[in-house]
């Protein structure tokens, strides 16, 4: 796969070629395992706004009734430290939980910018066409790109206090180590003052939330296996779908709740000029959604140097929205 060079020397991938490297990558690796963050093609997105609609699938509906039913106390700590503002959500999708804060804002009258951060330009065009149309006279600029790119970004158009969303339990699909990277990596990118409000799935009954994951109509199976359907289609790979099913498994103790893909048989599999042999019954690891209990979440928050200011819970407890402020 051909990869371009500037006069300077530096390699610049595209994305197709990223997409290669990383397959490569993950695949040449004990135990073998491909990056979560493809699963998000157009079918991928298709499939995934199916999940959230399952009755297994409790996260989306858990925050969603925090959006909606707390909306007042979500605003208050804001509209109460902030004269003006800006409101970032990094990775914001359809923003349809975020919807609910923001047109509680707007009709505060307080003076605050919506900064949409996606790295979809689909997403982003979409969003500055429809935010304003949801919610009449909502100032909204997006922002294409990584997310701490464009929060530095956000600094050069704003030096207002900032609010930032993380929504969905994004912070989930980070393994322990990471999310606390993640999260003093954000908290070096903001200044003092200001808050983030993070979703957490909480630990809870290890039934419930592999059911999340291992829905009774195959809609999680789909969507797991078209991560393999995108590699054949992009990559020119000859995976055959019918010899991979999808396994999930939880870990109370720990919290990791993981998706696997799992061989049927010995098989070989060819990748552009790479091939590779999967054992029968051999896992290839997709995607993790860690869970938290209360205390861990606190204790994330101080090492990552922010400031618990409060806590959302949805009426069932099984899913939290925080609000910290960056020390």
């Known amino acids: 796969m051909a990869i371009h060079r500037h006069q300077a020397g530096t390699v610049e991938l ?3 070629e990223r997409f290669y490297r990383e397959v490569i990558h993950g695949l040449s690796s004990t135990p073998k395992y491909l990056p979560s963050k493809y699963f998000y093609d ?7 706004q199916q999940i959230m ?38 990775g914001a999708g359809d923003a349809t939980k975020s919807t609910h804060l923001l047109r509680y804002l707007n009709d505060s009258a307080k003076d605050f910018t919506y900064y949409p ?12 066409n429809e935010m304003p149309q949801r919610i009449p006279g909502l100032e909204v600029h997006g922002l294409n790109g990584d997310y701490f790119d464009m929060l530095a970004k956000s600094y050069d158009l704003s030096n207002r206090n900032k609010l930032v969303l993380f929504l969905g339990s994004n912070i989930g699909n980070f393994k322990r180590d990471e999310a606390e990277r993640f999260l003093q990596a954000l908290n070096y990118h ?14 809870k009954n290890p039934k419930d939330i592999l059911a999340a994951y291992n829905d009774d109509s195959g809609v999680t199976k789909a969507f797991n296996l078209n991560l393999l359907k995108r590699i054949n289609c992009e990559l020119g790979a000859d995976f055959n779908l019918t010899k991979f099913d999808h396994y999930p498994t939880y870990n109370p103790i720990s919290g990791a709740c993981k998706s696997y893909l799992i061989s049927l048989q010995n098989q070989q599999v060819t990748i552009g000029e790479e091939s590779f042999s999967f054992y029968k019954n051999e896992p290839v690891w997709t995607e993790l ?7 861990e979440i606190d204790e994330l928050a101080m090492r990552a140097g922010f400031k618990p200011i409060a806590k959302y819970y949805d009426s069932k407890d099984w899913f939290v929205d925080v609000l910290w402020e960056r020390i």
């Open 14 to 16: 595209t994305a197709k």
């Open 42 to 48: 157009a079918a991928g997105d298709r499939l995934f």
């Open 53 to 90: 609609q399952l009755p297994e699938y409790y996260l989306t509906r858990c925050e969603h009734e925090i959006f909606v039913k707390q909306t007042k106390a979500l605003a208050a700590p804001l509209l109460q430290q902030f004269e003006t503002f800006d409101v970032l959500e990094l």
């Open 117 to 128: 951060i996606d790295i979809s330009e689909n997403v982003i065009r979409l969003l500055e």
């Open 190 to 203: 903001l200044q003092p003052g200001d808050m983030v409000l993070i979703g957490f799935d909480v630990k």
């Open 289 to 295: 959604s860690q869970k938290y209990a209360e205390r």
